[in-house]
């Protein structure tokens, strides 16, 4: 199962702890210095960043 989580606005970027927890919950089960976690701090990149994982996720394969 891949997590992705995305910081928005100007409180998720600038906590600690937030940026922690959401690093963490995103953080790849097999490879521990791979994050899927990203910051918006604002519209434009927030939409830059769904483009971006929507391209990762387009590359995958379901297998039964």
């Excluded at 995103?26 to 519209?43: E, F, G, K, N």
């Amino acid at each position: 199962i891949l997590i992705y989580t995305i910081g928005f606005g100007n409180d998720p970027v600038t906590d600690p702890v937030i940026q922690n927890l959401l690093k963490t919950c995103a953080q790849d089960r097999t490879s521990p210095t791979v994050y899927r976690y990203y910051l918006a701090p604002d519209d434009a990149t927030l939409r830059s960043i769904f483009q971006n994982i929507g391209g990762q996720l387009s590359t995958l394969r379901l297998i039964q």
